[in-house]
């Protein structure tokens, strides 16, 4: 069994700084993701052609990469409710969420016009991504 942490080490070093964030903030942190996009599945065949022994299905690398790309923790998982509706958070949020807490967790999911019959859904987070929006809320 390899060490999670040294597959990890090993991608950031082949994509380097830039692409190895951009790379896991963008593994589907939802269960309902299927593939990767098309350059993180080059990025990871490219990867793994140098490192055979690394390879992964869809399934693994999700789990892999199930981190705070901010971070670098494991993310944690909570149910919230499900909110009927669309709901749409201020611009400066997202601003200041994507800069100092990009995984922490949101209150509710937004239904945005899907069907969904479930009242509650898991959702992945960061638990230190939520003790800085907590603290920063507390400051504001
Ligand atoms: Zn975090």
């Known amino acids: 069994m390899v060490d999670p942490a040294e597959i990890r080490s090993a991608f950031h070093n082949f994509v380097g700084d830039e692409r190895y964030r951009k790379f896991v903030s963008m593994v589907p942190l939802a269960t309902d993701g299927t593939r990767l996009r098309f350059w993180q599945e080059h990025a990871w065949e490219s990867f793994t052609a ?3 022994q690394f390879t992964l299905d869809f399934a693994g690398i999700v789990e892999l ?3 705070c790309h901010l971070h670098g923790n494991p993310l944690t998982q909570r149910l919230v409710p499900v909110q009927h509706g669309c ?8 601003q200041t969420r994507n800069e100092f807490h990009p995984c922490s967790p ?3 999911i937004s239904t945005e016009g899907r069907d969904i019959a479930e009242t509650e859904l898991p959702i992945w987070f ?3 991504c939520e003790q800085i929006e907590l603290s920063r809320q507390r400051q504001t």
């Not at 709901?87 to 997202?94: H, Q, S």
Request: net charge negative; proline share 15%.
């Open 106 to 108: 949101l209150p509710f």
């Open 126 to 128: 960061c638990a230190e």
């Open 65 to 67: 990469f199930r981190i």
């Open 50 to 52: 140098e490192h055979p």
């Open 87 to 94: 709901v749409d958070f201020a611009p400066e949020y997202w």
